[in-house]
Nanobody
Framework: VQLVESGGGLVQAGGSLRLACAAS????????IGWFRQAPGKEREGVSC????????DYEASVKGRFTISSDNSKNTVYLQMNSLQPEDTAVYYC????????????????????WGQGTQVTVSS
């Protein structure tokens, strides 16, 4: 499985970015994609996840209502629409692939995921 993130960049506070995670080597409808982020000097944290089998989603509390995860199974691509960005959202964002799980997906356990992308930098200026 290979994952390639894109869409990062520099944006002012209150702005928006859309990240994309293109997956190859996966079977459509048979995996979960999670988004994680790691800010300098901080531990990696889970942001959101989506199941390609049933579309179930989950979000970390601080991004609920601001971030939206979606998928285009025909393209094996998952998107993370990030609105109302704040300086504290500054981090390297990674997508990761994991196996499907009954009940949806797991966004806050990195060990669940078996393949990771290279990351894309998101910088939010105040």
């Amino acid at each position: 499985v290979q994952l390639v993130e894109s869409g990062g960049g520099l944006v002012q506070a209150g702005g928006s970015l859309r990240l994309a995670c293109a997956a190859s080597g996966v079977t459509s409808g048979d995996y979960v994609i999670g988004w994680f982020r790691q800010a300098p000097g901080k531990e990696r944290e889970g942001v959101s996840c989506i199941s390609s089998s049933d579309g179930r989603k989950d979000y970390e509390a601080s991004v609920k209502g601001r971030f939206t995860i979606s998928s285009d199974n025909s393209k094996n691509t998952v998107y993370l629409q990030m609105n109302s960005l704040q300086p504290e959202d500054t981090a390297v964002y990674y997508c990761a692939a994991g196996p499907t799980v009954i009940g949806g997906c797991i966004y806050d356990r990195g060990s669940y995921y078996f393949s990771w992308g290279q990351g894309t930098q998101v910088t939010v200026s105040s």
